[in-house]
């Protein structure tokens, strides 16, 4: 069975700081990864997808994934109270069978910027 | 663009009745809509891949003749709860990934929140 693995926190960030989510997921064979940021009642949003390892930036956002050690990051820049919310990694794909096309969650993040 | 809409965004319903809830795609063709389910405080868990004119993948552990998916276009999927429980309270998201499209990318409603009384 996959699993996605992520710190509940909550991560505490100053306004203006980089803050740092981290995510490691159990299937070797897991293809496609995601975060989504979900506020408080509402449905997640896509922020960023990466495929391959190494780094990917948008905007203040970047991803990183790290196949070998099956983990994947995310880092936000110039962190603003708006970006407070509980951040869900998700992963799609591998060599567990059943729902190979849905999205393993982890339970998320919850992250506070401090003003 | 990528715009999922769900009906209705919450539900009040009394113990064994049906409830239907509608995932539409609003501006793109969706070949496959998944279902999730969101209890408070835990994440989002797949209940189902839906496939336009076939029958829906049911993961393990969620029982098909309780949750009936039918994904008659590609458009729309609908979720019936039937004889819902107070259990089966729970915050209820579709996906969608758009038709021949290069990218896995799913795009999520806005979720329908049911309680069942």
């Known amino acids: 069975q996959k699993e996605v693995e992520q710190n509940s926190g909550p991560l505490s960030v100053p306004e203006g700081a980089i803050a740092s989510l981290n995510c490691t997921y159990s299937d070797r064979g897991s293809q496609s990864f995601f975060w989504y940021r979900q506020y408080s009642g509402k449905s997640p949003e896509l922020i960023m997808s990466?495929?391959?390892?190494g780094d990917k930036e948008d905007g203040r956002f970047t991803a990183q994934l790290n196949k070998a050690s099956q983990y994947v990051s995310l880092l936000i820049r110039d962190s603003q109270p708006s970006d407070s919310a509980t951040y869900l990694c998700a992963v799609r794909g591998g060599y567990s069978g059943g729902g190979a096309d849905g999205l393993t969650f982890g339970k998320g993040t919850h992250l506070i910027i401090q003003p | 663009g990528a715009v999922v809409s769900q009906h209705p965004s919450w539900v009040i319903c009394k113990s064994g009745t049906s409830v239907k809830i509608e995932c539409r795609s609003l501006d793109f063709q969706a070949t496959t809509m998944f279902w999730y389910r969101q209890f408070p405080k835990q994440s989002l868990m797949l209940m189902a891949t839906s496939n336009e004119g076939s029958k829906a993948t049911y993961e393990q552990g969620v029982e098909k003749d309780k949750f009936l998916i039918n994904h008659a276009s590609l458009t729309l999927s609908t979720l019936t709860v039937t004889s819902a429980h107070p259990e089966d309270s729970s915050f209820y998201i579709c996906?969608?990934?758009?038709?021949?499209?290069?990218?896995?990318?799913?795009?999520f409603g806005p979720g329908t929140r049911l309680t069942v009384l």
């Open positions: 996906s969608a990934r758009e038709a021949g499209g290069r990218s896995d990318t799913q795009y």
């Open positions: 990466i495929y391959s390892n």
